[in-house]
């Protein structure tokens, strides 16, 4: 790398992490204003403050961080035009391209950092029971060599509603027993009790139904479903959304919102880059007076139409009416074309 390949790549670093810095204090500012009674306390419910204040820090840079490239964008190359210095590489034989190659390698950790903010250092800081969906929610769980569908739980009352156990054979591969279990109770300590049970057993190649009054199920032998374990999809690292997508390919379950979320992962890692190519060209418009509080705030305007849009389009891909591919990546796409574009027209 170049001197000045160097230099640009440290400025744009050093105005993101300064805009990270300012967004991340202004969190921790914004929650000791709110809650000053509580943190002020004692040393314990201070510390306490701060691991509350932290574990929202992640959901926050997901959606701020666009915006944070957006600006370090801006005040890099508005900076070098104000002092004349991107004139004078422009002279020198540097175009758009070779002036954007220094920022795209620090976009790479940027983009590493985004994936890994979303799916592990959220997980880290909220913990597995901010992560779970949700006890109350339908569930499907591997028991042993069954498959149990929990239609609702409710936890107060440690009872479930609706179950349903399915039992299968391997030779061949077949379901042999379906177990409804309409209503069951399960105490801090203690067996599953479930009553009545109505059991369905293929036996000689027809099914046979018979009703027990009650069925007593030893700890263990029924999921936990009060202490969920599955994870939210939009926090499952990759290579989990996918063994979870396949799973339930198997299963005949619906798994359009899982792969929308997997596109999603790309939307979240190419969207510096888009910041990048859409900022690049914003940053050399010139305003008549206040330059540079004109500069922040179409900046900002900019990067609150590309993150209200994304999530408007995102809405309307889990609701089914645009497809998968438009919802999630289509304001990526053309804010992309929208850079490149405006690029061209200021070379």
């Not at 991107?86 to 391209?97: E, N, P, Q, R």
């Not at 590309?306 to 389009?313: A, G, K, N, T, V």
Request: overall charge positive; aromatic content about 10%; glycine content about 6%.
């Amino acid at each position: 790398m170049t001197i000045l390949s160097r230099y640009i790549a440290v400025s744009f670093l050093r105005y993101w992490l300064a805009c990270v810095t300012g967004v991340i204090a202004l969190i921790v500012i914004a929650a000791l204003v709110g809650d000053v009674n509580r943190a002020a306390q004692s040393w314990a419910a201070f510390s306490q403050f701060l691991f509350d204040t932290a574990a929202t820090v992640p959901g926050l840079l997901e959606v701020v961080l666009p915006m944070t490239v957006l600006l370090a964008t801006v005040f890099t190359f508005a900076g070098l035009s104000r002092t004349s210095e991107l004139v004078a590489m422009k002279t020198a034989g540097m175009g758009y391209l070779r002036l954007l190659g220094p920022v795209f390698l620090v976009l790479v950790a940027i983009s590493a950092f985004a994936y890994l903010n979303q799916n592990y250092l959220y997980r880290f800081l909220a913990g597995p029971n901010t992560l779970s969906q949700g006890a109350d929610r339908n569930q499907w769980r591997d028991v042993g060599d069954a498959i149990v569908y929990v239609d609702r739980v409710d936890v107060p009352a440690r009872r479930v509603l609706r179950s349903t156990v399915f039992r299968w054979a391997l030779n061949p591969f077949r379901v042999f027993q379906v177990t409804m279990l309409p209503s069951g109770t399960h105490p801090p300590s203690g067996s599953w009790i479930f009553s009545p049970a109505r059991i369905r057993e293929l036996q000689n190649d027809t099914w046979a139904l018979r009703v027990v009054p009650e069925v007593v199920v030893p700890d263990g032998g029924f999921p936990d479903v009060f202490k969920p374990s599955e994870l939210d999809s939009h926090h499952m690292p990759v290579d989990e959304l996918y063994q979870e997508i396949a799973v339930r390919k198997s299963r005949s379950q619906p798994t359009e919102l899982l792969e929308l979320e997997m596109l999603r992962k790309l939307a979240v890692v190419t969207a510096p880059w888009v910041m990048v190519l859409i900022g690049t060209p914003l940053s050399q418009f010139h305003f008549r007076s206040g330059k540079v509080a004109a500069e922040v705030l179409v900046t900002l305007l900019v990067g609150l139409v590309f993150m209200i849009s994304s999530e408007i389009l995102f809405i309307l891909g889990k609701g089914g009416f645009v497809g998968d591919w438009i919802a999630a990546l289509g304001i990526n796409a053309l804010f992309a074309l929208g850079g490149v574009v405006l690029l061209r027209q200021r070379r």
